[in-house]
């Protein structure tokens, strides 16, 4: 690893308000220019190829039971200017190797009347910029009440943008496209019935937020490093085209509780002319600081089954009983209680489940419903708790690990905490220990429902440290975290690899629950996806709910073929191979795409991209020469056309292409599928057609 940290030459200029300075990036596509407004509030804007991309925006915190606010009224008096270059090795991701390379500018700034300083920190990528507020120790700001943080990103014009409401505690949302001015008219029926927190403002949208400008400008605002902050949430001033932050309040409505030394998170702005360098950017993990485990061996990518699916469509259930019985301190009298027959996480199911992933080459099974709880909390009661070590009398915990493991086997654990979240950290490290006795090292938590007991938000400052701590403490026992309804991720998987998925968006879940957009997974990549991977679930082959459950009249919104795709184009270390046994054994030839496709990367190419439209990924298996390619396709059916120059010179490939059949469609024939085998090398092109909702999957071997 190369490390060079050294004083670089920043250009400075001079407006008619204040002394200006700007920042330039290492190649020189962005210049950003930082002001101080002529009462004093500290501004910014920013250029992209000559091209103004942020206007002149206002940056500053409004504080609480402050006579004074961190708004304006500020002087200059110290600028520092540094270049930093490395190049540092992810324990798992898209690539081998990712390099680090921005300048920087920290402005650090006095108020007159109150003596406080803050600093403002700049960091100016090629393919962005981040900035952050920091508070150094200093007698008059040491503890201070965010009552609101003001950033704000001025847009030049009326974008198309890709959103989704604001909410303080969820993200599960199908994404809108629209015009910035249309969000307010556009919102407002989702707002009234579905946003949780109904004080949001119904302009307010939540990052990452993906924008496109009229002359094909790409632009993504998110935030990077969340920790011990209230999460960022967007609030539009659509007359004038300016977004401002707005922070989730905690139970009392309170922003965040800072105490100085600290700073914020940091802000985001990424922009390209070219929708693939969106995808490819790793600005957002390069604002996390490095790994702060130092082993990290015992972190491994995941393939996976579970007794899941049948769940969530309803086959199965969760609960031993549906009797519901007396819980007293989270213990039932299950003698008394009579099994309901559905319950899916008991022996038999589970070894089926073992069996299945330990013949397909997969390295785990998921298990949800093993513990004792649920049927309280079906049953609604108010005192309902989870002890995370007590199964059901059909879960042979000591059994099943013993089957697993004499197959290969592991078993990933499920803590679902109902939002009791004090609960769940009484209860963590017995949890978290039981785990490694029992031989699980990986863990799906869950926080389904208000958060218990103030009834904080999902996203406020209390539980994102909650989250945080959840982490740290389980790379304390070495093991790995699958978060899901929690706070939507911003790259801290860098500084805690063992955050190896997350949730936090529409996964695959709610096409049992009424279905998705079709082009849902060409707008993820470009939002959620931005701040981490995410536990998306794929890999559903059976589209047509009713044959799983008759009750259930959903409908997959997607083709087969680009349920394919998804194990390429939605990144992550952890997939899960989400359908039942049943439904991949009716289809073994086009499962042995799941089968073979890898799970960690040594090199990524993104072919083509266009937010809500399509996205084409190629992508090199790690210690291998062998590459996976997954197109994925909205409304509109396309050709696609891919050139194999990524391959290695003078290497012969076959490619086997998993691709929808000309008739196939995601509504009336998805699972209408072709599959076969080309030879290729590095001179090879290929036009491929993707249907509605479709796409294909390619795997291309090297011919020994």
């Known amino acids: 690893m190369k490390n060079l940290?050294?004083?670089?030459?920043?250009?400075?200029?001079?407006?008619?308000?204040?002394?200006?300075?700007?920042l330039k990036s290492p190649e020189g596509k962005f210049v950003m220019e930082f002001s101080l407004q002529n009462d004093g509030t500290p501004t910014y804007n920013l250029k992209y190829k000559n091209k103004e991309v942020v206007k002149t925006s206002k940056l500053g915190l409004e504080l609480k039971d402050d006579k004074k606010s961190l708004l304006n009224d500020f002087t200059v008096v110290d600028t520092k200017t540094s270049t930093f270059d490395e190049t540092w090795k992810p324990?798992?991701?898209?690539?081998?190797?990712?390099?680090n390379h921005y300048n920087e500018l920290a402005v650090t700034l006095n108020q007159k009347g109150t003596d406080r300083q803050i600093v403002i920190r700049f960091r100016l990528f090629d393919d962005g910029l981040g900035f952050r507020y920091e508070f150094p120790a200093q007698k008059n700001l040491t503890y201070f009440v965010i009552k609101e943080e003001r950033s704000q990103f001025a847009m030049t014009g009326d974008h198309t943008a890709f959103w989704i409401p604001g909410d303080y505690d969820t993200q599960e949302y199908d994404y809108t496209k629209s015009k910035l001015s249309e969000i307010r008219g556009l919102s407002e029926k989702a707002y009234t019935a579905n946003v949780s927190q109904k004080s949001f403002s119904p302009t307010g949208v939540q990052t990452s937020l993906m924008l496109k400008t009229n002359d094909g400008i790409y632009i993504n605002l998110h935030e990077a490093a969340l920790i011990n902050y209230s999460c960022m949430h967007l609030n539009l001033d659509d007359k004038n085209m300016v977004f401002e932050s707005w922070l989730t309040p905690d139970a009392k409505g309170d922003k965040g509780y800072m105490q100085a030394p600290s700073h914020s998170p940091w802000r985001t702005i990424m922009v390209s002319d070219n929708a693939t360098e969106i995808l490819s950017s790793k600005m957002t993990l390069n604002l996390n600081d490095p790994s702060k485990i130092d082993d990290t061996s015992w972190i491994k990518p995941v393939k996976y089954v579970g007794v899941w699916w049948e769940m969530i469509t309803g086959k199965s259930s969760w609960s031993y009983t549906n009797d519901f019985p007396t819980v007293q301190l989270g213990v039932s009298d299950f003698s008394k209680a009579k099994p309901s027959g559905t319950h899916g996480a008991n022996n038999a199911n589970v070894k089926k489940y073992i069996d299945f992933a330990a013949a397909n080459g997969f390295d785990a099974v998921l298990v949800e419903g093993w513990n004792e709880g649920w049927e309280d909390w079906f049953g609604h009661s108010k005192d309902y708790v989870f002890d995370f070590v007590t199964p059901y009398p059909d879960f042979d915990v000591k059994g099943l690990h013993e089957y697993a493991k004499s197959k290969g086997i592991k078993i990933i654990m499920h803590h679902e905490t109902?939002?009791?979240v004090r609960n769940y950290e009484r209860h963590m490290d017995k949890a978290y220990q039981f785990m490694k006795d029992n031989g699980y090292d990986a863990v799906?938590?869950?926080?389904?429902?208000?958060?218990?007991?103030r009834g904080e938000n999902h996203y406020d400052q209390w539980i994102v440290n909650h989250y945080q701590y959840a982490i740290e403490k389980a790379a304390d026992y070495k093991i790995m975290v699958n978060a899901h309804e929690a706070v939507r991720p911003t790259g801290i998987c860098r500084t805690y690899p063992n955050l190896i998925g997350n949730e936090a968006a529409r996964g695959t879940e709610y096409q049992a629950f009424g279905g998705s957009k079709p082009n849902h997974v060409t707008v993820l990549p470009f939002t959620r996806l931005i701040g981490g991977p995410m536990d998306y679930t794929p890999g559903i082959f059976e589209m047509d709910i009713s044959k799983m459950n008759p009750d259930n009249k959903s409908h997959v919104n997607s083709t087969l073929a680009n349920q394919l795709a998804l194990y390429v184009t939605m990144y992550s270390p952890l997939q899960m191979a989400a359908d039942t046994p049943e439904n991949y054994n009716r289809f073994p030839d086009a499962f042995q795409f799941i089968k073979d496709v890898a799970v960690d990367w040594s090199e990524s190419k993104y072919i083509e991209a266009e937010p809500g439209d399509f996205i084409t990924v190629a992508r090199k298996a790690k210690g291998t020469n062998n590459w996976f390619i997954g197109n994925v396709n909205g409304e509109t059916p396309r050709t696609s056309n891919i050139d194999f120059s990524f391959l290695e010179k003078g290497k012969k490939y076959t490619a086997t292409i998993y691709a929808d059949a000309k008739d196939a469609h995601y509504k009336t024939n998805p699972q209408a599928y072709t599959i076969k085998k080309i030879a290729v090398t590095s001179k090879s092109k290929l036009s491929q057609?993707?249907?509605?909702?479709?796409?294909y999957a390619i795997s291309v071997i090297e011919t020994k």
């Open 5 to 22: 940290f050294f004083a670089s030459l920043i250009l400075f200029a001079f407006s008619s308000v204040a002394k200006a300075q700007q």
């Open 91 to 99: 324990v798992w991701g898209e690539v081998d190797n990712i390099r």
């Open 418 to 420: 109902s939002g009791s």
């Open 444 to 453: 799906k938590s869950g926080y389904v429902g208000d958060i218990l007991p």
């Open 689 to 695: 057609l993707s249907a509605s909702g479709g796409g």
